[in-house]
Antibody, heavy 121, light 108 residues
């Protein structure tokens, strides 16, 4: 079955970077885009950006532009999200999610299980 | 940026009741690019509805979506015990993609 499995929880200090992985299985990885969404405590879901897993094209939310980098390794069927210059407000659960296709933007299905990133001194 | 406002924030209902959840957009959602997700505590969101009306694979027909332009609705015709959760709407018609603040459906 189609599945996205994310890396484990992280604890980082302010100013550091974090890199979260998202391993896909059950489908042709390069045929679908992968998005990253975060959910801070008590906050709404927040879209960060996406990567076309086929050609590597990336699109980012302006809010995170310059701090987030989304990459992929096609041979490993894995997408990555790196967030730099971490601050306490970045404490959140980070999700990857598969797009319906590689083109434009579509709905997300399925989602990874989520990765808790805690930023604390 | 399209801001999605969901109402009410919380609904207290009993199994068997009919539920209507609202999602209002700050500007028209292009091409009806609106989806609904269900999230239970400690779990990732799950796709229920896409393209305003279309149910995702495996979603029971008690879930239905409607609306257009700036006003959208998710209806659960008859609440089952497993339906108590938080529901989010999402627009994917323009960047940045955005989500509503959620409606929590809790057991009365």
């Amino acid at each position: 079955q189609v599945q996205l499995v994310q890396s484990g929880a992280e604890v980082k200090k302010p100013g550091a970077s974090v890199k979260v992985s998202c391993k896909a299985s059950g489908y042709t990885f390069t045929s679908y885009a992968v998005h990253w969404v975060r959910q801070a405590p008590g906050q709404r879901l927040e879209w960060m950006g996406r990567i076309n897993a086929g050609n590597g094209d990336t699109r980012y939310s302006q809010k995170f532009q310059g701090r987030v980098t989304i990459t992929r390794n096609t041979s490993a069927s894995t997408a990555y999200m790196e967030l730099s210059s971490l601050r306490s407000e970045d404490t959140a659960v980070y999700y990857c999610a598969r797009d319906y296709s590689n083109s434009a933007y579509n709905w997300f299905d399925p989602w990874g299980q989520g990765t808790l990133v805690t930023v604390s001194s | 940026e399209i801001v999605l406002t969901q109402s009410p924030g919380t609904l207290s209902l009993s199994p068997g009741e009919r539920v209507t959840l609202s999602c209002r957009a700050s500007q028209s959602v292009s091409s009806s690019y609106l989806a609904w997700y269900q999230q239970k505590p400690g779990q990732a969101p799950r796709l229920l509805i896409y393209g305003v009306f279309s149910r995702a694979t495996g979603i029971p027909d008690r879930f239905s979506g409607s609306g257009s332009g700036t006003d959208f609705t998710l209806t659960i015709s008859r609440l089952e015990p497993e339906d108590f959760a938080v529901y989010y709407c999402q627009q994917y018609g323009s960047s940045p993609l955005t989500f509503g603040g959620g409606t929590k459906v809790e057991i009365k």
